[in-house]
């Protein structure tokens, strides 16, 4: 299976899966595609935060800019993650930039990969005319269970709604966000720390260790899960909590802890 791989993080999610994908004799990767995030548009991006601001307050705004060490530097301290470029150089894999996800560069990029499909591990939006250039298209790794968590960030939601378990879904990119078919899905319980941040760090090390291992299966095994894809049903759609959402996601965090120590 030749994999051409989109990120747009040199530190993020493919810096903590390629070691697992490497060690698989059945997959080839290609080349990996590292968008530099610049954005044409400036004034669309102010107006669509800005709007966003108005919908969660700047309380809430201001409480998400602090929340996201949690869902990146703090899960370090719980799994392992490499460094990109060297693996990449080691491995004699092609590692090429471009200033944005959907820019012309990209799709020279996964033209010259000429790839049997295509990973997005952190990435927003990716149009028709990226996701469709491999031969079976692309897969994204969403890490909560779809179509309940779509757009969602991990774990703080699930906790929001009372629930102590999680997940993963690995599934096929369309035109939307987090709506294409369902190749496969795994749930597992969240860790309880002692505080909402550390609980959050540990569980979503959790998932990216599960999600590595089933992501190595399904390529793998790709024609398999891909003939029993599930097409998801009606979703429903997070983003960053408002500081009221905030303070109850807390309280019902605080309300499974004291249950999980009895």
Known sequence: MKVVILTSSMNG???????????????????????????ANKNKLYKKKLKKILSIGVL????????????????????TFIDLKAVCVANGISLKSTPSINCKE?????????ADIGLSLGNGYIAKRIFSIPSFGMLNIHHEVLPDYQNAQSVIWQLYNGSTTTGFTIHKIDEHI?????????????????????TVSATIAKLYDASAKAL?????????YNSVAKLQGNGVSYTTPSIWKFIKMNNQFKKIKR????
Not at 65 to 77: A, L, P, T, Y
Not at 216 to 224: D, G, S
Request: hydrophobic letters at 40%; a negative charge; glycine letters at 6%.
């Open 106 to 114: 990209t799709e020279n990029c996964f033209r010259e990969a000429n």
């Open 60 to 79: 809430g705004a201001i409480n998400g800019i602090r929340m996201r060490k949690w869902f990146d530097e703090d899960i370090k301290q719980h799994t």
């Open 13 to 39: 999610t493919l810096a903590h899966h390629l070691p697992f994908l490497l060690k698989s004799k059945s997959i080839e990767i290609k080349m990996v595609v590292v968008s530099e995030g610049l954005v």
């Open 216 to 224: 190595v299966n399904v390529l793998e095994n790709f024609a398999q």
């Open 178 to 198: 987090d709506t294409g078919a369902i190749l496969y899905q795994e749930k597992i319980n969240i860790e309880i720390k002692n505080t909402l941040g550390e």
């Open 259 to 262: 249950n999980n120590s009895k």
